[in-house]
């Protein structure tokens, strides 16, 4: 039968001698036996023991809860819940961590090409964060009928020229024209913007909206509550009618 002394032990594991001696005080791992000079020494057994120690404290678990799969007479069974409930934390760990990514994200770009930073408290984050799924709702829309749209454009178009058919082209463009406003219409009503002087949630004028210079997130417009003109961050408008009113 093999024997290790601490040092081996650590090199075996990659990790310190200093881990292994901690893990002895603390019961986990005891030395099969020792010199006469009252060196620990290891067996293979413990080696295996050492080994399954520090997977286990790689997958996040903590040292009573690797001492009491150890201890355990159905370890197997004992280290299968922890690990679920282990996987469980992490995932809440996880999803944590991208709803706050996901924040930087849409803080970032909402800045836009304004200097400012556009939101002043967490309240507005979180209103951000809350409406951007029912956003891309609203873009997922727009996209999709202005993709249907230039495509019937652009049919009318090709039947003009390999054809000589114009008369379906002069039909669609009072339709086409027509679809556009609609669009406007549907997208003005659906979104509404956060002011970075006074945080209010206010929606403007449509005339205003049409023609404002603006961003992916953004759109520089006047407040309706305190009068400032500046690069306002757009949320959806449907959860603010309270706000709006």
């Not at 956003?135 to 454009?153: D, E, F, H, P």
Request: aromatic content about 8%.
């Amino acid at each position: 039968m093999s024997h290790y002394t601490t040092g081996e032990m650590a090199k075996q594991c990659n990790i310190t001698v200093r881990t292994v001696q901690f893990y002895d005080t603390k019961g986990l791992l005891s030395p099969s036996d020792l010199t006469e000079g009252g060196r620990r020494l290891y067996t293979d057994d413990d080696l295996t023991k050492l080994r399954l120690i520090c997977l286990l404290k790689a997958l996040g678990l903590t040292l009573s809860a690797i001492a009491g799969i150890l201890q355990s007479e159905q370890p197997a069974k004992v280290l299968g819940v922890l690990l679920d409930e282990q996987a469980k934390q992490i995932a809440d760990e996880v999803k944590e961590k991208q709803q706050q990514l996901d924040a930087i994200k849409l803080v970032k770009a909402s800045m836009g090409n304004s200097d400012a930073i556009p939101v002043n408290s967490i309240s507005d984050i979180s209103t951000l964060m809350k409406n951007k799924k029912s956003l891309r709702r609203v873009y997922a829309t727009l996209l999709a009928v202005g993709i249907a749209v230039q495509a019937v454009k652009l049919s009318t178009i090709a039947l003009w020229i390999w054809c000589g058919l114009w008369i379906p082209f002069a039909a669609w463009v009072p339709i086409h024209l027509l679809i556009c406003f609609s669009l406007v219409k549907f997208y003005h009503r659906n979104v509404a913007y956060i002011c970075p002087e006074c945080n209010a949630i206010f929606r403007p004028p449509i005339w205003e909206f049409t023609f404002a210079n603006h961003t992916p997130k953004t759109r520089k417009l006047t407040c309706t509550q305190c009068g400032v003109k500046g690069w306002c961050v757009e949320t959806y408008g449907n959860n603010t009618e309270k706000e709006l009113s």
